[in-house]
């Protein structure tokens, strides 16, 4: 079985505070984009679990979410069979894109029909979200508000048809170090994307509100400690973008064009600069078989 596991970006990334357990509360839109991995899952003699990757700095051991998932799926279905799946990494690791996460969803949801182990997706998420709060998403997909830690899904309106380009500098950014870092701020100070807003503004379809409306607390944090995400946004803005915003907990930063031939124009001109850019849109699905 062949599965096509989705990055997702946070149009609006809200923090409203942090429980007693350590996890914090975030208000959040999130789009999946049709930029993917692809997995390859096939029944094996025995009960392994064997994972390989065409990206050798990926570990494939049980550290790694894919076999997380897979072997948590098939504990609480109570089944055990020998898989192997192969991974072709496209998504840039460390991103803030939920590749990791894309990748155990798929991962689950490929799983569930290959054994035909007959779980809902309401109960592939509830493994999912044991695993890692972008999880639930990456299984849904499509245009989603999402509380709690994100695991809590409404989905809203489809984001109207648009170019998306995605930039990833050659650093990566610790999601831990950002969020500690955000805990040492006054929350009532800072910059709070309107979320309610946003969902308002997708429903009426108009990509030029959408772009001019975005926004991530988070970036108080990353773009203080990492100045070259402001650069990005710059070199964004001045090759055309309607609107650019870091994802997630960065450090990628990507820009929404309502101008096609703007966004194939950026693109050539920012590869020379970077390694990892990519040109996208929007998708309605997480995982697709």
């Known amino acids: 079985m062949r599965l096509y596991a989705n990055a997702k970006i946070n149009l609006t990334l809200d923090v409203t505070g942090r429980r007693p357990d350590g996890y914090h509360e975030v208000s959040t839109i999130m789009q999946s984009l049709d930029l993917h991995d692809i997995l390859d899952i096939e029944k094996t003699e025995g009960d392994s679990v064997i994972l390989t990757c065409d990206e050798p700095s990926l570990p494939c051991d049980d550290s790694n979410l894919i076999i997380k998932a897979a072997k948590a799926l098939m504990f609480k279905a109570g089944h055990s ?40 997706d309401d109960g592939l998420a509830q493994i999912g979200a044991s695993l890692g709060a972008d999880i639930p998403f990456c299984i849904q997909g499509g245009t989603c508000f999402a509380e709690g830690i994100g695991e809590i899904l409404t989905p809203i309106s489809a984001m ?113 600069e970077f390694d990892n850019v990519y040109l996208c849109k929007p998708a309605g699905t997480g995982v697709t078989i």
């Open 81 to 120: 069979e020998g898989l192997r799946i192969h991974l072709s990494k496209q998504i840039p690791m460390a991103a803030g894109l939920a590749g990791g996460s894309a990748d155990a969803a798929a991962t689950l949801v490929g799983v569930n029909n290959l054994l035909g182990l007959g779980l809902t």
């Open 160 to 272: 109207p048809d648009c170019d998306i380009v995605l930039v990833k500098p050659d650093f990566d950014v610790s999601t831990k170090y950002v969020y500690e870092h955000l805990d040492a701020l006054d929350y009532a100070k800072l910059d709070h994307p309107n979320t309610k807003k946003m969902a308002d503004l997708i429903s009426e379809g108009n990509v030029n509100k959408i772009a001019a409306n975005i926004g991530n607390i988070l970036e108080s944090v990353t773009v203080t400690g990492y100045p070259e995400i402001a650069n990005i946004k710059k070199k964004l803005l001045s090759s055309g973008a309607d609107g650019v915003l870091m994802s997630g907990s960065g450090p990628t930063v990507y820009g929404i064009f309502t101008d096609a031939a703007a966004a194939h124009k950026a693109c050539d001109e920012l590869i020379s």
